[in-house]
């Protein structure tokens, strides 16, 4: 079994902490707040040892990967400490806040020579798995152009780190970078140019839209909002047809994946699951990639991390966003 520690203990940690209780390769061992006192709430509920520093959950003998549930804006500090402590590294995205610290914290993975995955949990679904065989087979030929959405209305006086314009909040980094990661998934490719335009709301884009231009006239487009409820699905379309996908980020039991080939009936794939499942899905990519001496995994590699912090860096430029 792989043992966990988890830094930072908001929702998204008990999110996954869930998941490690539905993992059959991964168990919680420790749990690191600035609190104590936090930090015991939630090792009452979720179990494994409390710390009240992120360091001593570094320095436990007894841990063998972190999750790091942290704000943006410290995922690279703790990203370097935990490769230099010998820890496997599950880091929440966006990874960081920009391409350059992004390549600065992994110089690091790489010199310590530990795993490292960025938790975008949905790619470890059974639903993106099935997309991925569906476009590989050629199920709708090449892919030329994909339409994605992830968007949900929050208040503006929500008090939270993600509405903190310095601290690298707003849409694209929270929820637009799943779109940009799953644009680059289905159409193989990195984009060449791309703009963003936003609403700004105190300093971050409060909902906005995204264009990529691929190589040989490929396209992506994407929306993203804090404030508008959107309806969060992904239209792929290729020469030979279309695949729609009702839920890519969280895939419910019941929401379906549909196939559309040209001229043909649709064929429809529903292979949703529990939050509880999902999270234990990622658990179990890390905990079988660390018993396989991998270093990193195909479902969300380094490279792919990589690619993603330039194509956000690209979408930042163009709508002016700097934190």
């Given at each position: ?21 539905a ?17 015991q709430k ?46 496997a ?37 059974p ?16 892919p ?33 970078c799943?779109?940009?990661?799953l ?8 984009p ?11 300093g971050?884009?409060?909902?906005g ?45 019941g ?65 002016g966003?700097?934190?």
């Amino acid at each position: 079994m792989t043992r966990w520690g988890i830094l930072g203990l908001g929702s998204i940690a008990g999110a996954f902490a869930s998941g490690l209780n539905a993992s059959r390769t991964g168990e919680l061992v420790a749990s690191g707040s600035r609190s104590l006192e936090k930090a015991q709430k939630f090792a009452d509920k979720w179990d494994g040892k409390p710390f009240g520093s992120y360091d001593e959950v570094l320095a436990s003998d007894q841990v063998d990967a972190v999750y790091i549930a942290l704000p943006h804006h410290i995922h690279a500090e703790w990203t370097i400490k935990a490769a230099q402590a010998g820890k496997a590294i599950l880091c929440e995205k966006p990874f960081t806040l920009d391409h350059e610290s992004a390549e600065q914290a992994l110089a690091v993975v790489r010199e310590q020579g530990v795993f490292f995955m960025e938790a975008f949990m949905y790619r470890c679904s059974p639903q993106i798995n099935k997309l991925r065989e569906l476009l590989a087979d050629g199920a709708i030929g090449r892919p030329l152009m994909a339409n994605v959405s992830f968007g949900f209305n929050v208040p503006k006086d929500f008090k939270n780190f993600r509405l903190e314009a310095e601290l690298g909040g707003g849409a694209l980094m929270d929820v637009g970078c799943y779109c940009l990661s799953l644009i680059r998934l289905v159409l193989g490719d990195e984009p060449e140019s791309g703009t963003y335009d936003i609403h700004r709301t105190n300093g971050y884009d409060g909902y906005g839209i995204g264009r990529l231009a691929f190589p040989d006239d490929r396209m992506g487009l994407f929306t993203t909002a804090f404030h508008l409820a959107m309806k969060n699905d992904a239209r792929i379309y290729g020469e030979k047809g279309m695949i729609l996908v009702e839920n890519p980020w969280f895939g419910r039991p019941g929401d379906k994946l549909t196939l559309i080939r040209n001229g043909e009936d649709p064929e429809e794939f529903s292979l949703g699951c529990t939050g509880e499942e999902l999270y234990a899905y990622e658990a179990d990519v890390v905990g079988d990639s660390l018993a396989g001496g991998l270093l990193d995994s195909d479902q969300m590699s380094i490279e792919d991390t990589l690619g993603n912090m330039r194509a956000i860096d690209m979408m930042k430029a163009s709508a002016g966003l700097e934190f």
